[in-house]
């Protein structure tokens, strides 16, 4: 996802919205979206669920939410969708809770298009999302940016509030920061490759 084009932010946060809602729904039974790809003409999503084998997809950035639980169902994952009396609302979870759960509302804020767009219109940097991957304390974001040799990981913890709750202006933050005043330890980290922030 090429941050910044328009076109490309909302075909990736769609997906993402999708993908978001059933994580969501189904971290208790234990599924995990563990990485999604956004650097091919089709998405890829790499699926983990303790009962089965990790389930590698391609799947087209329009999806409806429907089609990918029937994905995952047909492959045996479980994949409720949301209860009948489902209102929409989303709660932050607790610090502490599953990292899963919490993941999932990583992902919910991930797909906010604006700080995608329009805020990042002030920030030096140019570059691309390629891809989210989950860890077991936190939801990392992928990043290469223009002119760059190196790759960003942008850490958000699924254990800290504070990571959480506009997570896609975070994102946008920490890597404007990381250009104006990076660490002795992340110039070290330039040296090898990936940088952490």
């Given at each position: 996802?090429?941050?910044?084009?328009?076109?490309?932010?909302?075909?990736?946060?769609?997906?993402?919205?999708?993908?978001?809602?059933?994580?969501?729904?189904?971290?208790?039974?234990?599924?995990?979206?563990?990485?999604?790809?956004?650097?091919?003409?089709?998405?890829?999503?790499?699926v983990?669920?303790?009962?089965h084998?990790?389930?590698h997809?391609?799947?087209e950035?329009?999806?409806?939410?429907?089609?990918l639980?029937?994905?995952?169902?047909a492959?045996?994952?479980?994949?409720?969708?949301e209860?009948?009396?489902?209102?929409?609302?989303?709660?932050?979870?607790?610090?502490?809770?599953?990292?899963?759960?919490?993941?999932?509302?990583?992902?919910?804020?991930?797909?906010?298009?604006?700080a995608?767009?329009?805020?990042?219109?002030?920030?030096?940097?140019q570059?691309?999302?390629?891809?989210?991957v989950?860890?077991?304390?936190?939801?990392?974001?992928?990043?290469?940016?223009?002119?760059?040799?190196?790759?960003v990981r942008?850490?958000?913890s699924?254990?800290?509030?504070?990571?959480?709750v506009?997570?896609?202006?975070?994102?946008?933050?920490?890597?404007?920061?990381?250009?104006?005043?990076?660490?002795?330890?992340?110039?070290?980290?330039?040296?090898?490759?990936?940088?952490?922030?």
């Open positions: 996802m090429r941050v910044g084009d328009s076109i490309q932010v909302h075909q990736a946060c769609g997906l993402l919205a999708q993908v978001q809602a059933i994580q969501r729904f189904n971290a208790e039974a234990g599924l995990c979206f563990a990485r999604i790809g956004f650097t091919g003409k089709q998405a890829t999503l790499v983990e669920h303790p009962n084998p990790p389930l997809l391609k799947v950035y329009d999806i409806s939410c429907e089609a639980r029937a994905l995952l169902t492959r045996g994952l479980p994949a409720r969708p209860p009948a009396d489902y209102d929409y609302t989303v709660m932050t979870p607790r610090p502490h809770g599953p990292g899963l759960i919490r993941h999932g509302y990583a992902l919910h804020e991930l797909c906010d298009t604006s995608w767009t329009d805020y990042h219109l002030a920030q030096p940097w570059g691309e999302l390629t891809d989210i989950y860890e077991p304390d936190s939801t990392d974001l992928l990043m290469r940016l223009d002119g760059m040799p190196w790759r942008v850490r958000l699924v254990r800290h509030a504070g990571d959480l506009g997570a896609a202006y975070n994102v946008v933050d920490r890597i404007g920061n990381l250009l104006e005043k990076p660490s002795a330890e992340q110039r070290e980290q330039m040296c090898h490759g990936e940088v952490l922030t």
